[in-house]
């Protein structure tokens, strides 16, 4: 089974080269058996799922119209660290929502070191609700999927960090239900 989740991961390409250098050293290191949560089931590979969705599309453009932002300013980012989709407000304004995937870093891996950051839940996920040092017009919601895998919702620019903090919560209870997840 190892074997499949390392053929999935060189069929995406982009996740094969930008793979930690621990787990590109390492032959077989994409088994979910090897170095995985507890709670993570053998044969559910949560990292090679995300690596195949695009941001643009996990919701729909009634949803993100719904959450208040503008379908048609979609902007698909996969360029260094980023593999996200950003949304505007209909009129334009400074307000922008980001939804990010990371198949390559759990939530536990995250540099929180300018950052205010509490634990939390969003429907069955562990999240991190996290603000930064000293608070700012930015929030975002960091879901955990599995030990090597989160994703991220960032509002910046929404007022206070509190608004950015609400409309975050609201992108990421609607994006949650959508995100592949280890059963168990």
């Not at 208040?68 to 660290?81: C, M, N, T």
């Not at 989709?85 to 922008?96: A, I």
Request: aromatic residues 4%; charged residues 20%.
């Amino acid at each position: 089974m190892g074997l499949l989740s390392a053929c999935t991961s060189a069929e995406r390409g982009t996740a094969v080269a930008v793979e930690p250098t621990v787990g590109s050293s390492l032959p077989g290191s994409a088994d979910p058996s090897v170095g995985g949560s507890p709670g993570e089931q053998p044969g559910v590979d949560v990292a090679a799922e995300l690596s195949e969705m695009l941001p643009c599309e996990i919701l729909s453009d009634e949803k993100i119209t719904a959450l208040g932002f503008d379908p048609e300013s979609a902007s698909f980012d996969d360029v260094g660290l980023s593999y996200a989709c950003s949304y505007r407000w209909p009129s334009g304004g400074l307000t922008l929502m980001a939804i990010d995937l990371n198949w390559k870093r759990s939530v536990d891996q995250l540099d929180l070191t300018n950052y205010t950051s509490e634990e939390t839940s969003v429907g069955s996920l562990r999240a991190l609700r996290i603000v930064d040092k000293p608070e700012s017009e930015h929030c975002q919601m960091s879901l955990a999927l599995s030990s090597q895998a989160h994703v991220t919702i960032s509002v910046h620019y929404a007022g206070t960090a509190e608004q950015a903090c609400d409309l975050a919560e609201q992108v990421a209870a609607a994006v949650e239900p959508e995100l592949p997840r280890s059963s168990g």
